[in-house]
């Protein structure tokens, strides 16, 4: 079985490449994955779907990291959801 088997992952990068990367690595480990190119992407496919986790990156046009961190607090309130951040300078 592999190690994500039955979480659904939601990445979100404004960078096509490294989107897909991170997409294909986390279907390899066995997740369903979503993706989404900046913040206000991302919040459309949460108003639709259930996400286990979101790795996000943080500086992106179009509703940053931050940005995604504050609304989905707002949205998911104390359900847990985990942020890794890519990109930080």
């Not at 690595?25 to 986790?53: I, R, W």
């Not at 995604?68 to 998911?76: C, D, P, S, Y």
């Amino acid at each position: 079985m592999s190690e994500l088997a039955g979480y659904k992952a939601l990445v979100v990068d404004d960078d096509p490449d490294l989107r897909e990367v991170i997409a294909d690595d986390l279907q390899l480990a066995g997740a369903q994955v979503v993706c989404a190119a900046s913040g206000t992407e991302a919040l459309a496919l949460l108003q639709q779907q259930f996400v286990h986790f979101i790795i996000s990156d943080l500086k992106m046009p179009k509703g940053d990291g931050r940005f995604l961190a504050r609304e989905v607090q707002k949205i998911k309130g104390d359900k847990p959801i985990f942020f890794l951040f890519s990109g930080y300078n």
